[in-house]
């Protein structure tokens, strides 16, 4: 059966009601964030928290953090899910202030992606984390704001960055990069695309350009089922299937070309057995990073999955990132509490970081930082369950094929994410968008234009205005920037400056 991870934090305490820095029509000077639980000392960078009314009735809630050497452009940042928050991207990923491990502690990020940009974050659809609707107000549950699709939540998205525009014009004036993961493979095109078109109310900014990473692309990935060919690649390539059952699947699956199709399991004879075979044998993976070594038992939202069967299922695990949920709320986990002894996820990230989150965003203090009523209901829900979500979108890549004509395009992906992995982006990315040309084949890319190796990148032309970029991000999981956040910075920073450094042999 379909895992949903979903939760409702609940803290009832008195609310002054005269505060205006809880209305969505409150400016920008009372949203400034002074401090934050967690950290001591002055932040590191300018940052807003606040609810600006998007659509009539509902409150969606925002992050801002200045960037250090402004005025810079904005990164307009999108989780995913559906339901997924971008508390996540701004306090583990990519934010100026992040979560180092287990313990409920604020630390510098050295790599913050506010050393290239504004850096703002909109937990949308609401009641997605702390955005709500009336008449239920900020205890509302998940289904407090009714039904949700693909294209009410563009509108909404759409709406939340006008008014954030609104009220901060200073920051909207240099325009702003779409981005987001997972999910937002769908999130990003869909707004970017309401926000292009619309010539008879344009947006009070410039769209400069869109970014997503391990993305969703219905209908090549995400809310179908998935051809077995690049699971096994995946698997064999990754060093969890041996060349026995390698040969025994390519003899019993009509080679790469069978393995191709979506009936190859029950078109060709053996080759279910031999995939179920190879299956077992491969064990178990942490759906986000084949290499995470954290401490997952009794840990229901890291657990560890079947890499072939499940990975074929409609709407399988890829789209699921662990929720953020409260100390409190957790099953208890063995000792030692956050990893097995010097264990790191994938890539080097420390272990722990969610049950952080979790336990800082359950605070009464963190809700008086960030600006939000204290009654709030802090509402997550990855994969779209918990409240009432629709995949409507059947081709975004009808969308980005016009979108690459209009504004850079990247697209990147982690090439140790099991669930979402590379071989499958880099088919949908080089087969699926139309009026783009290769101008540079697959190469290395690095962080330092010599031997620190970035990843892999193939670059496109476009027969428009725009661009497109396909890259990979070598030992990350799923969630890039917090797995290689050194890797993330620089992909940004070189793909905004169209020029990503070569390898020097």
């Not at 003899?251 to 053996?270: E, I, K, T, W």
């Amino acid at each position: 059966p379909l895992l949903v991870l979903c939760f409702l934090i609940s803290v009832l305490v008195v609310v002054d009601a005269s505060r205006s820095s809880f209305s969505s029509s409150a400016s920008a000077s009372t949203d400034v964030v002074t401090s934050l639980p967690g950290f001591t000392g002055p932040l590191p960078t300018r940052m807003w928290s606040g609810l600006v009314e998007s659509l009539p009735g509902m409150h969606s809630h925002y992050i801002l953090a200045e960037c250090t050497a402004p005025p810079c452009a904005t990164i307009a940042w999108f989780q995913g899910g559906p339901g997924a928050s971008s508390m996540y991207g701004m306090f583990v990923e990519f934010g100026p202030l992040v979560f180092k491990g287990s313990d409920v502690k604020l630390n510098v990020n050295p790599y913050s992606w506010t050393h290239l940009a504004n850096t703002l974050v909109i937990d949308s659809p609401p009641p997605v984390g702390f955005s709500y609707c009336d008449p239920a107000g900020p205890s509302g549950n998940g289904t407090s704001c009714g039904p949700w699709d693909d294209a009410s939540t563009a509108s909404v998205n759409d709406a939340a960055l006008r008014a954030w525009a609104k009220r901060h014009p200073q920051h909207a004036a240099n325009g702003l990069i779409i981005a987001g993961e997972s999910y937002a493979g769908v999130y990003v095109p869909t707004l970017v695309k309401r926000l292009v078109e619309n010539v008879h109310d344009p947006p009070p900014f410039k769209v400069l350009g869109a970014a997503v990473g391990d993305p969703c692309a219905p209908p090549a990935v995400c809310g179908v089922g998935n051809a077995p060919l690049f699971h096994v690649l995946f698997a064999h390539g990754h060093g969890q299937m041996s060349y026995k059952n390698f040969e025994a699947i390519m003899n019993a699956c009509g080679g790469l070309s069978g393995l191709a199709r979506l009936d190859a399991p029950s078109r060709f004879d053996g080759c279910g057995d031999a995939l179920k075979r190879a299956d077992v044998d491969a064990g178990k993976v942490y759906p986000y990073a084949e290499y995470d070594d954290c401490n997952h038992a009794g840990d229901p939202f890291r657990r560890r999955r079947s890499l072939l069967s499940e990975a074929s299922e409609p709407r399988q695990w890829f789209l699921r990132r662990p929720s953020i949920v409260p100390l409190e709320e957790q099953p208890p986990p063995p000792p030692p509490f956050h990893a097995y002894p010097g264990g790191v996820a994938s890539g080097g990230a420390p272990c722990g970081s969610l049950r952080a989150l979790g336990a800082w965003l359950a605070e009464a203090e963190t809700k008086t930082a960030l600006n939000v009523p204290a009654t709030s209901n802090f509402f997550e829900c990855d994969n779209g369950g918990g409240f009432n979500y629709t995949l409507s979108e059947k081709n975004v890549l009808a969308i980005w094929s016009d979108l690459v004509q209009r504004m850079p395009v990247l697209v990147y992906n982690g090439d140790t994410d099991p669930g979402l992995n590379f071989y499958v982006t880099q088919n949908w990315t080089s087969k699926g968008i139309a009026g783009i040309v290769e101008r540079e084949a697959w190469r290395p890319w690095t962080v330092d234009g010599n031997h620190r190796l970035g990843g892999f990148v193939t670059r496109y032309a476009s027969e428009g205005a725009g661009r497109f970029d396909f890259a990979t991000i070598h030992g990350s999981g799923h969630m890039v920037p917090a797995f290689k956040p050194v890797q993330a910075l620089a992909l940004f920073e070189q793909w905004m400056s169209n020029a990503f450094k070569r390898y020097a042999p």
